[in-house]
């Protein structure tokens, strides 16, 4: 196994680790704590009564970002899997990263939105859902790393051989 399957390997892993992150940031309703509940991107829970969240704009652009990032991420997970399959599809590969750095920064939008609509909350903390949707970002960042460091060599390898030797 060489070095681009290695690396396309961890980028699978990674990117299917982002997924998980993202997901379950994104369904549970633990993104902000205060002294009588809780809230998230789609529900507040005060004293054990759970309603839709108020319209803020900040939040609702966090709740779409959440939901395009996992969206991205999905696709980029299955093109990846299909690329462990198939070795020789370098286009396959720039579009994995691409996707991967798209969702990674549609979750930097989406956390700084939500960061920003939250601020004004005074005895507001952020909880683990909230934290979740940060630990995605960099595994999402470094999984499209991989597959373009695993594309860089797949592309070298090609011009290298196509390259006359004199000896």
């Given at each position: 196994?060489?070095?681009?399957?290695?690396?396309?390997?961890?980028?699978?892993?990674?990117?299917?680790?982002?997924?998980?992150?993202?997901?379950?940031?994104?369904?549970?309703?633990?993104?902000?704590?205060?002294?009588?509940g809780?809230?998230?991107?789609?529900q507040?829970?005060?004293?054990?009564?759970?309603?839709?969240?108020?319209?803020?704009?900040?939040?609702?652009?966090?709740?779409?970002?959440?939901?395009?990032?996992g969206?991205?991420?999905?696709?980029?997970?299955?093109?990846?899997?299909?690329?462990?399959?198939?070795?020789?599809?370098?286009?396959?590969?720039?579009?994995?990263?691409?996707?991967?750095?798209?969702?990674?920064?549609?979750?930097?939008?989406?956390?700084?939105?939500?960061?920003?609509?939250?601020?004004?909350?005074?005895?507001?903390?952020?909880?683990?859902?909230?934290?979740?949707?940060?630990?995605?970002?960099?595994?999402?960042?470094?999984?499209?790393?991989?597959?373009?460091?695993?594309?860089?060599?797949?592309?070298?390898?090609?011009?290298?051989?196509?390259?006359?030797?004199?000896?």
């Open positions: 196994m060489g070095v681009k399957r290695t690396l396309q390997g961890w980028g699978t892993l990674l990117s299917f680790l982002a997924n998980v992150f993202t997901i379950l940031s994104t369904v549970t309703s633990y993104w902000i704590r205060h002294a009588k809780h809230g998230g991107l789609w507040e829970c005060t004293q054990g009564l759970c309603s839709s969240t108020p319209c803020q704009p900040t939040i609702l652009m966090a709740g779409l970002c959440m939901v395009l990032s969206s991205f991420g999905v696709v980029a997970t299955v093109m990846g899997l299909r690329l462990l399959c198939r070795a020789e599809e370098s286009l396959r590969g720039q579009l994995t990263s691409v996707l991967l750095f798209v969702s990674g920064l549609l979750l930097l939008m989406a956390l700084i939105s939500y960061t920003v609509g939250s601020s004004s909350k005074d005895d507001a903390f952020f909880s683990w859902s909230y934290f979740i949707g940060w630990l995605a970002l960099p595994f999402s960042v470094l999984a499209g790393g991989c597959f373009l460091l695993a594309d860089l060599i797949l592309q070298s390898s090609v011009a290298i051989s196509s390259f006359p030797v004199c000896l």
